[in-house]
């Protein structure tokens, strides 16, 4: 199978092809690809850059939930019987070598789309943001999936190159959030400021990485506490089927009064 027969390939293809006579006026185009996410599925020859007895596993701990507190276990056992199925079918070096195969498909692909960007019209004065909406667990924390708030499941790619603005090599440790995307677009695009955003404008980062900088400063901060939901007996249950019943709780903190909103999941 080549890659153009996969649907991110066609979708690369397609906006390789727009790229190559861009509209004159300004436009904004997303090119969405879908993997690394389930199923990872790609041409036989990513697979085959990653045999099973090359890969080095992640390093997991015996004991990595034991200095948890009673809600971060319950985190991690969200569907961590996954994991155990995954281990008993002899499978976990596959799993490993299907997400690598899936991120090096991925990584071609967006070769391709800046390689037809490098070739097009508007080169020199596109904005290119690159990122991704979520890391994975392969047994940290007993967990395998992406339902949590550890570093391997909340920290991610976040690139941004914007002509007469970024340098290149450059980077930053400062901590942002995709709330500020929007933000930051429009002030690269010179549009006017929208007020109520939670977000705020990179801008001032992109140009100068190392400055100090408070994350979100102006912005309201958002706070969401998961809570499951009594059983018929009146307790609360901490498996995974039972996690699917919950209530979700917003607490939106500003310098005035703090407003609250809840709303629960169907069982």
Same mark, same amino acid.
């Given at each position: 199978?080549?890659?153009? $027969? ?31 996410? *389930? ?6 020859? /990513? ?12 390093? %997991?701990?015996?004991?990595? %939930? ?7 276990? $319950? ?7 996954? %994991? $155990? ?13 299907? /997400? &690598? ?7 071609? #692909? ?6 037809? &960007? ?17 890391? /994975?667990?392969?047994? $940290?924390?007993?967990? *395998? ?14 690139? @941004? ?5 970024? !340098? ?7 901590? @942002?959030?995709? @709330?500020? &995307? ?8 010179? *549009? ?9 404008? *990179?801008?001032? #980062? &992109? ?52 407003? !609250? ?7």
């Amino acid at each position: 199978m080549d890659d153009q $027969e996969m649907g991110d390939g066609q979708m690369v293809e397609w906006a390789a092809k727009f790229l190559k006579q861009p509209p004159k006026q300004p436009f904004f185009l997303a090119a969405g690809i879908y993997r690394p996410h *389930l199923p990872w599925y790609t041409p036989r020859r /990513y697979f085959d850059m990653y045999p099973t007895n090359c890969i080095t596993p992640p390093p %997991l701990k015996a004991d990595d %939930l034991a200095d948890l507190p009673a809600a971060g276990r $319950e985190m991690a056992a969200y569907r961590a019987a996954d %994991l $155990e199925m995954v281990r008993q079918a002899g499978q976990y070096e596959r799993i490993l070598q299907a /997400y &690598l195969a899936n991120i090096t498909f991925c990584d071609a #692909l967006v070769g391709r789309l800046l390689d037809a &960007l490098d070739t097009s019209p508007a080169a020199r004065n596109t904005i290119i943001v690159f990122w991704s909406d979520n890391g /994975y667990h392969f047994g $940290e924390k007993e967990h *395998l999936h992406k339902f949590t708030l550890w570093e391997r499941s909340t920290r991610l790619p976040f690139m @941004v190159v914007a002509p007469g603005v970024t !340098r290149e090599q450059s980077r930053t440790e400062r901590p @942002v959030s995709f @709330v500020d &995307l929007f933000p930051t677009l429009n002030d690269l695009c010179g *549009l006017l400021p929208v007020a109520g955003l939670d977000g705020v404008s *990179l801008v001032p #980062l &992109l140009k100068d990485p190392q400055r100090k900088w408070d994350f979100n400063p102006r912005s309201p901060r958002t706070v969401w506490a998961i809570t499951p939901c009594a059983t018929s007996a009146g307790a609360t249950s901490a498996t995974p089927t039972a996690a699917r019943n919950f209530t979700i709780t917003r607490t939106i903190r500003t310098n005035g009064p703090t407003s !609250r909103a809840s709303r629960s999941s169907p069982p």
